[in-house]
């Protein structure tokens, strides 16, 4: 590991410093590709404000030399409870960007989940150990769709992810304050935000073009699509607004593999969902990047916990601190998935810094589930937390609230 690897990473205490180095890092357009929100970014503080709307009830007097925080999912056993959301063009804003997630995950023993606008061909990314989760945005035909699996299926991944939730791109103001556009148009202004940060230039974006040639976006159809830079090349958004359930219906018949829907936030969705035969749903509003003035997910878990329970629930959007995750698990989640902070990581350090924000992330879980006085996550419950209704303010003690008598023989 270099020097300068070594310092960066020296720099990073928890998830919300790589966002600050990744600022400094990362070319305007990029970096405001990742941090995207749509419109007034009500959705992004809606993720963040569910959190608080949970307290700690945390047990005293427990053993916590040995806590667990091994976790099953689909047959497979994962070191922690988390893994990596899928991440458009990583490849961007890290050299492979996609392959260091897919290796830094295989390192720590998490799933990954790779995106299907992603820059890296599915198939090498598909070589990495573990490396068997895959997320599509499905093509707008009946045959797009059934070639685009059959290239997944013989790829190797397992584990399908359906976003069908995108029937029409998010408003694209924030895209255009930050010059990000899709394929990126070379222009004057996007030279110079390049020149503005040397290290990207050439460690990824030049590093990029000598070794590989121009990305493409390699992996929503079943062939190659239009270069990550164009000016005339145009990337279809279009032939989505058709969709029903019956296209889920449709890709459930073509996948063998397992099956798992992701952007799920009405729990009668996720009922009909669980009635087309999906094995897994991800909760998500996709970190605020599409419709503002959305619900969290975290408030819509209960319910939709409530109404199905056979197979795994899992969610996304909003988590940085392992005070989230835990508070995600203790009301029914079975598995969370972290996006931009690792995105960030890999563009600040590379596979070393993906590598440190989970080992971050990790410790932050463990030490917390330690002052819970919990030692496994099967102990997670709503009994944990506490709930304060709105407006709520503690009362005053009054004389009748004494402590109890000590028992005869305790020790006080």
């Not at 959190?51 to 922690?80: Q, W």
């Not at 699996?149 to 103001?173: C, H, M, Q, S, W």
């Not at 988590?319 to 989230?324: A, E, I, M, S």
Request: charged share 25%; aromatic share 8%; glycine share 8%.
């Amino acid at each position: 590991m270099s020097f300068l690897t070594q310092w960066t990473l020296s720099r990073i205490h928890n998830l919300h410093d790589v966002e600050r180095l990744a600022r400094r890092k990362l070319p305007r357009p990029i970096f405001g590709y990742i941090d995207h929100v749509a419109e007034d970014g009500r959705t992004r503080r809606a993720n963040l404000s569910a959190f608080d709307e949970y307290c700690f009830l945390p047990k005293a007097f427990i053993n916590v030399s040995h806590i667990d925080l091994k976790t099953e999912l689909y047959g497979k056993r994962y070191a922690m409870p988390f893994g990596i959301a899928p991440m458009g063009i990583s490849a961007l804003s890290a050299y492979q960007g996609d392959l260091v997630l897919a290796r830094a995950a295989a390192a720590r023993n998490l799933p990954m989940i790779m995106s299907g606008s992603s820059l890296v061909p599915m198939e090498e990314v598909a070589k990495v150990e573990g490396a068997d989760w895959f997320q599509a945005y499905l093509p707008g035909t009946p045959e797009g769709i059934e070639a685009l699996l059959v290239r997944i299926e013989r790829a190797g991944f397992k584990k399908l992810v359906v976003t069908l939730d995108y029937p029409v791109p998010p408003n694209p103001d924030n895209f255009r304050k930050s010059g990000f556009t899709s394929p990126l148009e070379p222009t004057l202004r996007l030279a110079l935000d390049g020149l503005m940060r040397p290290g990207w230039l050439f460690n990824t974006f030049l590093r990029t073009l000598v070794r590989h040639g121009m990305p493409h976006f390699e992996n929503n159809h079943a062939e190659r699509g239009a270069p990550v830079i164009s000016r005339r090349a145009e990337r279809d958004f279009s032939g989505r607004r058709h969709f029903d359930w019956g296209y889920l219906d449709l890709v459930r018949r073509l996948w063998p593999g397992v099956l798992v829907l992701k952007g799920v936030l009405n729990p009668d969705d996720a009922v009909r969902a669980r009635r087309a035969g999906v094995d897994g749903l991800i909760l998500s509003n996709h970190g605020g990047r599409q419709l503002d003035c959305t619900i969290s997910p975290l408030q819509v878990l209960p319910e939709v916990k409530r109404r199905i329970r056979d197979i795994p629930i899992m969610i996304d959007s909003g988590f940085r601190r392992g005070t989230d995750v835990i508070k995600a698990l203790a009301l029914g989640a079975d598995f969370v998935f972290v996006g931009r902070p690792f995105n960030y990581a890999a563009a600040c350090a590379g596979q070393a810094g993906v590598e440190h924000v989970i080992d971050l992330l990790e410790r932050e879980i463990e030490r917390n589930m330690a002052l819970l006085g919990l030692t496994s996550l099967s102990q997670l419950d709503y009994a944990c937390l506490y709930h304060p209704p709105r407006n709520w303010v503690p009362q005053p003690i009054v004389e009748s609230d004494t402590l109890p008598p000590v028992a005869e023989g305790a020790t006080p």
